[in-house]
C-alpha cells in the first residue's frame, strides 16, 4: 500500500515538473515602447491634420499646404522626439540620483533601513516571524538589499542604459509616420477643398485604427478607444477650420 501511494507521488511529481516545464507566462513586457508609439502617432496623426484644415478652410492652395505640413512634421517630430529623450533622461537621473542616495542610508544607518524592510513586507501582511529571516538575508547581501528597497521602497525600476535615444527615435518615427497620413492626399490632389475632404476620411480611418489598436495594447475596450480617438482628432480639426475661415472672414 504504501509502495502504490509513493508510485502515485512520484508520478504526481513528474507531471507537475512536465507542466512546469511547459507552462510559459506572457505577459507585455514592452509598454515603454508602445507608450512612446502612441504619443508619437496619435499627435502626428492629429496636429499635421488640424493644420491642413486650418490651411485649406483659408483657402491655402494645395502645394502651400503640403509644403506648411511637411515643414510641421519635421519639426514636430524633433520637437516630440527631443522631449521624450528629455523625460526619458530624467528618469534616468533621478534613478541614480536615488541610488546613491539609499546605498549611503544602507551603509549609514542599516539598522533603520532593515526595520524598512519589514514595514514593506508587512503591508503584504507578512508576520515578523515571516520576514525576519528575509531580512537577515537581505542584509548579508547589499547589492539585493539595494536593489530590493529601491524596487519596493521607492518604486523605481532601474532604467535601460539606452532607453533615452530608444524612446526618442521612437517617438520621433511614430510622428512621422502618423503626420504624413493627413497629408497624402495633399500629394496627389491639386485642390486644397478636394484633397481636404479625401484627407478627413483618410485620416479619421486612420484615427480609428489606430485607437482600436490602442486600446487592444493599453487594456481600454478597443471600441470605445478607436471612437474617442477620432472624436479628438475630428474635434481639434473643426476647430483649426472653423479659426481660419473666422479670421479669413475678419
Not at 527631443?82 to 541614480?96: F, W
Not at 503626420?179 to 477643398?193: C, D, E, K, R, S
Not at 484615427?207 to 475630428?234: D, E, V
Amino acid at each position: 500500500m504504501a509502495l502504490e501511494e509513493g508510485r502515485a507521488v512520484t508520478r504526481t511529481a513528474s507531471a507537475t515538473e512536465k507542466l512546469l516545464l511547459h507552462h510559459e507566462e506572457k505577459h507585455f513586457t514592452a509598454g515603454d515602447v508602445v507608450r512612446d508609439v502612441i504619443m508619437g502617432v496619435s499627435d502626428g496623426l492629429t496636429v499635421p491634420f488640424a493644420l491642413a484644415a486650418g490651411l485649406s478652410g483659408a483657402s491655402a492652395p494645395s502645394y502651400l499646404i503640403l509644403t506648411a505640413g511637411l515643414a510641421e512634421v519635421a519639426a514636430g517630430a524633433i520637437s516630440m522626439g527631443l522631449g521624450g529623450y528629455l523625460a526619458a533622461k530624467s528618469e534616468a537621473d533621478h534613478y541614480v540620483r536615488e541610488l546613491k542616495r539609499e546605498e549611503e542610508e544602507i551603509v549609514r544607518v542599516p539598522d533603520t533601513e532593515a526595520a524598512e524592510i519589514g514595514e514593506i513586507l508587512s503591508r503584504y501582511g507578512l508576520q515578523p516571524h515571516d520576514y525576519s529571516p528575509v531580512v537577515s538575508s537581505l542584509r548579508k547581501n547589499p547589492q539585493a538589499w539595494l536593489e530590493f528597497m529601491m524596487k519596493f521602497e521607492l518604486g523605481l525600476e532601474k532604467p535601460e542604459p539606452r532607453r533615452a535615444l530608444q524612446s526618442a527615435l521612437t517617438i520621433a518615427m511614430a510622428y512621422v509616420v502618423g503626420g504624413m497620413v493627413p497629408l497624402l492626399p495633399y500629394f496627389f490632389i491639386p485642390t486644397a477643398q478636394k484633397a481636404m475632404l479625401a484627407s478627413i476620411g483618410v485620416t479619421l480611418t486612420a484615427l480609428i485604427f489606430f485607437g482600436y489598436i490602442k486600446g487592444h495594447f493599453t487594456g481600454n475596450r478597443p471600441l470605445l478607444s478607436a471612437i474617442q480617438t477620432a472624436f479628438i482628432g475630428a474635434l481639434a480639426s473643426a476647430a483649426a477650420y472653423a479659426l481660419a475661415k473666422a479670421l479669413q472672414a475678419a
